[in-house]
């Protein structure tokens, strides 16, 4: 099956610290979307995109839509505690069934 | 608002026994989805549910796991007989639609077979 290719795999960052994480894929998406996953909670959408080329912010994250569709990215700026978690990037394809394809999770830790 | 809910939060339990975890979706939502997550498989989509009808259940990993929907406001996963290798979290997740891509996950069910 189709296969999202999450990078790097974990960080471990002094707090401040910018941070950027990407996925990459083999197939084209329709929309790509950012989830984050506290310890010992579900993951929750942080972001969502849905045209190529998009870059979209909410608050100290910022994410794009890779212009080939096949790639997108997020930063977090000044990271701070709380940023702790995993980041799973997911992409979508309406001739899927519109059903979300997760990459692999970044595990962010941040060090005080 | 309450989210998904999830029971168990925790569960242990010996292998060859008979596991059921249950969800209740967000009020209105009208897909709802089963999910594991293990540090080598990631999330894995085992089924999902349009409508209280099982839409695809090929994530599904063998006979000895079953889902079910028998109204908008519950479903349960079942693992008979459970074993070792399916130690994992569970996650039940809910959605309005499908063409926005959000879903909204339960705490998620940890299951440890001994």
């Known amino acids: 099956g189709q296969q999202l290719n999450q990078s790097p795999q974990s960080m471990f960052i002094q707090e401040g610290e910018d941070v950027s994480m990407n996925c990459t894929s083999s197939?084209?998406?329709?929309?790509w979307l950012w989830y984050k996953q506290d310890p010992g909670e579900g993951p929750v959408l942080l972001i969502a995109?849905?045209?190529?080329?998009e870059l979209t912010s909410n608050g100290r994250l910022t994410a794009q839509f890779g212009i080939t569709r096949k790639d997108s990215f997020l930063n977090i700026s000044a990271s701070i505690p709380s940023d702790v978690g995993i980041y799973f990037c997911a992409g979508q394809r309406s001739n899927a069934g519109n059903m979300l394809t997760f990459g692999g999770g970044t595990r962010l830790m941040v060090k005080p | 608002d309450a989210g998904v809910i999830q029971s168990p939060r925790h569960e242990v339990t010996e292998m060859g026994q008979e596991v059921t975890l249950r969800c209740k979706p967000i009020s209105g939502h009208d897909y709802l989805f089963w999910y594991r997550q293990t540090m080598m498989r990631g999330l894995e989509l085992l089924i999902y549910f349009n409508n209280n009808v099982p839409i695809d259940d090929s994530g599904m990993p063998e006979d000895r796991f079953s889902a079910k929907m028998p109204n908008a406001s519950f479903s349960t996963l079942k693992i008979q007989p459970s074993e070792p290798r399916d130690s994992a979290v569970y996650f039940c997740?809910?959605?309005?639609?499908?063409?926005?891509?959000?879903?909204?996950f339960g705490e998620g069910s940890r299951l440890t077979v001994l």
């Open positions: 995109l849905y045209k190529a080329g």
């Open positions: 197939s084209i998406f329709n929309t």
């Open positions: 997740a809910s959605a309005r639609g499908l063409g926005t891509g959000e879903l909204f």
